[in-house]
């Protein structure tokens, strides 16, 4: 009797091996002496449930050989890594799906230093005695921002958080409507204060907010005076914000600390490179702010972390918090961090940090290599041609604001499925798609990752 749903077959489903006749093969055994008993069993139940679901789709029973080979193929799913490195082929910068700002070079090496053996990651070499984490970070961020101390946790988010914790918790907090932000993953402001246990105070209107909104809201328990800068969203039209100079003289006459949330924050003036004026953190500071806390891997190009520079007294407070231990980085992200510090105090940031890189690159030096993918694919008998476009910044920084680049475009008949076929291969590389063309954009493929891309490139038609 065929069993229900087995297709094609009779008694395929019968005929299969059981998980112990199927390790006793040849192929199998072999594979389980290489990867170990344990992981063989589990790749040879998952072969046979996948064989039965094919028998029972109509589809022929696998051979003895395919079986094996299917047992090799699940093996390698459980042993590869799931976390890759992929080529960026986008033109979004900061593609916070792709993991954010790439490192540099003399970042990544420091960080594989400091992952490799021991370090004074909390030992001071001249003293003998324990030290702090912080200062490896702290005075070179007082030295580029002008700043008094420094502090980092491991994103921006949990510097606000721990900001708001320290001086505001149980009290009110005062924000313009128009600055109540949602980041990305759904992360909202409004959230953020009452996970501090701060009160939220909304002053002025969506577009437009005035010093005498926060004057009026101003009360016996108002801790603090926040602006959060509009990093992924811009407002155009009828819109008034309260310049920070302005509301630090606010919080001057009543006697409250300003906290300048700058979401992405950068050190470099972003006119320079053609695109809007990004407020820098060395302005944030000047203008008084008690504290600036800015992103780590967005514009500064460096790793995850959020950093807290300000007055040195308040940025004592949050050190000592107990919350400051559950938010700090480790010695990886801060030997990154140092690197990247370095970079700009050497004055080298457009040269050895990628993502300066890239947004320093003339598009004349983007169209050369363009053309060079071109001719290569040419030769490979891959049509393509040069088109102009446009590479945005990306990860919630400089909304709306773009570079002019060249694009490679591939004319094929199905671009999503040749985008799949890249997204499968070794390396991925993830590329758009336009209308009825594949696009890739060389400002945002690292220089060294040229060769890869066009030889995986060369075998996806």
């Known amino acids: 009797m065929t069993s229900k749903g087995e297709g094609k077959e009779p008694g395929a489903l019968r005929r299969l091996p059981s998980v112990d006749r199927l390790l006793q093969s040849e192929a199998v055994a072999a594979l389980a002496a290489a990867h170990g008993h344990d992981l063989a069993v589990a790749a040879a139940r998952e072969a046979l449930a996948q064989a039965r679901h094919t028998i029972m789709a109509g589809e022929p029973a696998p051979t003895p050989d395919a079986l094996a080979a299917l047992v090799g ?24 799906n792709l993991g954010r700002a790439p490192v540099s070079e003399v970042a990544r090496q420091a960080m594989e230093a400091a992952a490799r053996g021991y370090s004074n990651l909390e030992y001071d070499l001249k003293a003998g005695e324990r030290g702090s984490r912080y200062v490896h970070a702290e005075a ?4 580029l921002t002008g700043a008094e101390a420094a502090l980092v946790v491991n994103n921006n988010a949990a510097a606000v958080l721990l900001a708001l914790t320290v001086l505001a918790a149980g009290r009110e907090v005062v924000i313009s409507r128009g600055q109540l932000v949602e980041i990305g993953g759904g992360f909202r402001i409004p959230e953020v204060l009452k996970q501090s246990g701060a009160r939220l105070v909304e002053v002025g209107t969506t577009n437009r907010t005035h010093p005498r909104d926060y004057e009026a809201a101003i009360g016996e328990s108002t801790a603090l005076l926040l602006r959060v800068h509009a990093s992924n969203f811009k407002q155009i039209g009828f819109v008034t914000q309260v310049p920070l100079a302005e509301l630090v003289e606010i ?26 004026a990004e407020p820098t ?7 008084g702010a008690t504290l600036t806390t800015f992103s780590g891997d967005k ?19 949050l050190r000592r918090h107990p919350l400051t231990r559950a938010l700090r980085v480790d010695k990886v992200t801060l030997a990154g961090l ?3 510090l370095l970079h700009y105090l ?3 940031a457009t040269q050895t940090i990628p993502v300066w890189r890239m947004i320093a690159a003339p598009l004349a030096a983007v169209e ?8 290569v694919l040419a030769a490979a008998s891959i049509p393509t041609s040069v088109i102009p476009g446009e590479s945005t910044v990306g990860g919630g920084s400089l909304p709306g604001e773009t570079l002019p680049t060249a694009l490679v475009a591939l004319a094929v008949p199905s671009p999503d499925g040749v985008a799949a076929r890249l997204r499968a291969g070794d390396p991925p590389v993830v590329a758009r798609i336009a209308g009825d063309k594949l696009l890739l954009d060389p400002r945002t493929v690292l220089p060294d990752e040229d060769d890869m891309l066009l030889e995986v490139l060369s075998r996806v038609r």
Not at 281 to 287: H, I, L, Y
Request: glycine share 12%.
């Open 73 to 96: 193929e699940r093996l390698g799913a459980m042993l590869r890594p799931t976390l890759r490195p992929v080529i960026n082929a986008t033109g979004v910068i900061i593609h916070t």
């Open 140 to 143: 070179l961020l007082c030295r």
């Open 251 to 276: 919080g001057r006459q009543h006697n409250l600390p300003v906290v300048d949330d700058l979401g992405s924050g950068t050190l470099l003036d972003t006119t320079a490179y053609g695109l809007a």
């Open 281 to 287: 953190v060395q302005e944030s500071v000047q203008a």
């Open 299 to 317: 514009l500064l190009g460096g790793p995850q972390g959020g950093i807290i520079v300000g007055r040195r007294e308040i940025v004592e407070r």
């Open 338 to 340: 140092q690197a990247t």
């Open 346 to 348: 050497r004055g080298e």
């Open 368 to 375: 050369a290599r363009a053309h060079r993918w071109t001719e």
